[in-house]
Every structure is written in C-alpha cells, then in structure tokens.
C-alpha cells in the first residue's frame, strides 16, 4: 500500500523558515517523480514545486521560486521542501504527491495526509 506521511509544519513568522518531510513507503521510491501541492483557506489545490525521480531535474511555481527547495534522499525514502523567508501567503496544508512516471508533467496518483504550516506574526 503506497503511503505518504508528511511532517515538520507549523506556524512561524513571516521571513522565518520551515523544512517539511514525506516520508513514503509502499512503492518503489526512486522510480517516481514527486512534487508538493498545498490549499490555501478557501482555495484550489496549487501545484508548489516538482522534483524527478533522480532529483536532477526540479520546477518550481512562481511564487516560491528563489525561497523554497525541494529535495530528496532516495536511499531513505524521504522528500523534503526547505521553505525560507516565508510569507503570510504561503499559509496552507501542504501535501506530498506522487506521479505514475519519473517525471511530474501527468496528474499525481496518490497523496499524502497533509501538514499544516501558518505563517502569522
């Protein structure tokens, strides 16, 4: 069974930091591309950053580009998003997604439970 556990949200201050991790189990990690997804209150899933299944190749959307990185550990099964200089915008579950290929361009097949993070003074 494919599970993704994510962990490390929180509430921090605007220009503070948080790293996020997923924790997956249940497939073959190294062979997927994963990204990391998050809902804002009262809005639509949006699509935060991409990694490919080697972690050569990374995207991110526009306005986390230059403060959030995303990064894997194949040989332990963990995806991780550093999140600096952190916005009020930036507020939302933040969920950990799995493709069906090495690439993240197709619509993700499985996710995680989610992790809170709130970004407030």
């Known amino acids: 069974e494919v599970q993704l556990v994510e962990s490390g949200g929180g509430l921090v201050q605007p220009g503070g930091s948080l790293r996020l991790s997923c924790a997956a189990s249940?497939?073959?990690?190294?062979?997927?591309?994963m990204s990391w997804v998050r809902q804002a209150p009262g809005k639509g899933l949006e699509w935060v950053s991409g990694?490919?299944?080697?972690?050569?190749?990374?995207g991110y959307a526009g306005s986390v580009k230059g403060r959030f990185t995303i990064s894997r550990d194949n040989a332990k099964n963990m995806l991780y998003l550093q999140m600096n200089s952190l916005k009020p915008e930036d507020t939302a579950v933040y969920y950990c997604?799995?493709?069906?290929?090495?690439?993240?361009?197709?619509?993700?097949?499985?996710w995680g439970q989610g992790t809170q993070v709130t970004v407030s003074s």
């Open positions: 997604v799995k493709y069906p290929s090495t690439t993240w361009f197709d619509e993700y097949d499985y």
């Open positions: 249940g497939f073959t990690f190294s062979s997927y591309a």
């Open positions: 990694i490919y299944s080697g972690g050569g190749r990374t």
